[in-house]
T-cell receptor
Framework: DAGITQSPRHKVTETGTPVTLRCHQT?????MYWYRQDPGHGLRLIHY???????DKGEVSDGYSVSRSKTEDFLLTLESATSSQTSVYFC?????????????FGQGTRLTVV | QQQVKQSPQSLIVQKGGISIINCAYE??????FPWYQQFPGKGPALLIA?????SEKKEGRFTISFNKSAKQFSLHIMDSQPGDSATYFC????????????FGTGTRLTVIP
């Protein structure tokens, strides 16, 4: 895998609690993305970042926030987890943006909200 | 609303056979069409990609066929092998920016020996 580490790899949390997922890259790529993967939906973009402190929403951003204080780290926060946020979350990175180049994905974080 | 429609949902092929997965889209702003392969417990990995200025791209046993007028593209896996058993996702992205990569819903391919 292209120097992407997601943590934790698995997490079970209770409804209403805050949760933060971390993505760390060693590739110095400018763009970072958070996707969620659900059966019947494929992968859907939650938020992405095009630089330090520069972020934007994806197609399923409600209930999620992100932060990028360093090039190598991109955090995804669920302010108050709900059962509908049970999913597998993938971080991805790309050098020039997904319109033009390969996106590299991490191993995923399986999140269960009970 | 699914921006990229993918079929079939699952596919079983005999070793040595041809696996075909189809995708369709509506947004004419899409300009980049990659296919990703995902093994269980792993993240997706780019397999092959095409742009609409060509109708076909081949890399080894994997070929993308692209029909711009029909807004359809497909993945052909020739001489399918058990090691090809994975989930395959087509995707599409507009031309500019770090915009969204819209994924299909995935096809689980099983190649039986």
């Amino acid at each position: 895998d292209a120097g992407i580490t997601q943590s934790p790899r698995h997490k079970v949390t209770e409804t209403g609690t805050p949760v933060t997922l971390r993505c760390h890259q060693t590739e110095n790529h400018r763009y970072m993305y958070w996707y969620r993967q659900d059966p019947g939906h494929g992968l859907r973009l939650i938020h992405y970042s095009y630089g330090v402190k520069d972020t934007d929403k994806g197609e399923v951003s409600d209930g999620y926030s992100v932060s990028r204080s360093k090039t190598e780290d991109f955090l995804l926060t669920l302010e108050s987890a709900t059962s509908s946020q049970t999913s597998v979350y993938f971080c991805a990175i790309s050098e020039y943006g997904q319109a033009n180049t390969e996106a590299f994905f991490g191993q995923g974080t399986r999140l269960t909200v009970v | 609303q699914q921006q990229v429609k993918q079929s079939p949902q699952s596919l079983i092929v005999q070793k040595g056979g041809i696996s075909i997965i189809n995708c369709a889209y509506e947004n004419t702003a899409f300009d980049y069409f990659p296919w990703y392969q995902q093994f269980p417990g792993k993240g997706p990995a780019l397999l092959i990609a095409i742009r609409p200025d060509v109708s076909e791209k081949k890399e080894g046993r994997f070929t993308i066929s692209f029909n711009k007028s029909a807004k359809q593209f497909s993945l052909h896996i020739m001489d399918s092998q058990p090691g090809d058993s994975a989930t395959y996702f087509c995707a599409a992205s507009p031309e500019t920016g770090a915009n969204n990569l819209f994924f299909g819903t995935g096809t689980r391919l099983t190649v039986i020996p």
